[in-house]
C-alpha cells in the first residue's frame, strides 16, 4: 500500500495547510498583489509621463502642462474604452438597467482613474522640469515681435550654472 501513493509535494500541502494551523498568521495574497500591481502602474505612469515631457521639450515646445496630465490620464480612456470590447464580447448583459448600470459605473471608475493618473503624471513632469531647469541661469530678457505682431517676451538663456556662485551675472564678476 505504501508504494501505490504518488508523492505529494511538501511545498503545496504547507501552503494549504499552514494557514488553517495559524489563522492570525494568514497573509492575504490577492491585496498584496493588487498593490504591486498598483505600485508598478504608478512608477510606469510617472516615468512614461516624464519621458513624453523630455521629449516635447526637447522640440523647445515648452506648454507641457495638460499634454503631461493627458499623458498621465490616457489609461483611464484606454479602460473606458475596454468596458465596450467586455461588455459586446465578454458579458451576458443585456437591457437597458444592466447596460446603463455597467457604463456609468466603468465611467465614473475611469475617470476616477483618470483624474489620479493624470495629476501623479502631471505632478512627475513638474518635478522633472523644475529639476532639469534648476541650473539654468537667465542674465537678459528682451522684447520681440511674435508672427501676429504683438510683443512676447524672450528670455535669452547664456549659461548654464554648474553649482552655487557668488556672482550673478558677468556684470557683478568684472565688479569685483
Known sequence: MEGTDKPINKSIITHLIFPLMCPPLQVYIIWSILFIVYM?????TAFITISLTYFQLAVEDHQWWWRSFLCGGSTGIFVYGYCFYY?????????????????GYMLMVCFGFFLMLGT???????????HIYKYV??????????????????????????GPSSASSPRQREMK
Open 87 to 103: 461588455y459586446m464580447a465578454r458579458s451576458d448583459m443585456s437591457g437597458f438597467m444592466q447596460t446603463s448600470f455597467f457604463f
Open 137 to 162: 541661469r537667465v542674465w537678459e530678457t528682451g522684447i520681440c515681435l511674435n508672427a501676429r505682431g504683438g510683443p512676447r517676451l524672450t528670455v535669452f538663456l547664456i549659461s548654464l550654472r554648474t
Open 40 to 44: 508598478i502602474l504608478i512608477v510606469v
Open 120 to 130: 501623479i503624471g502631471w505632478r512627475s513632469a513638474l518635478l522633472f522640469v523644475r
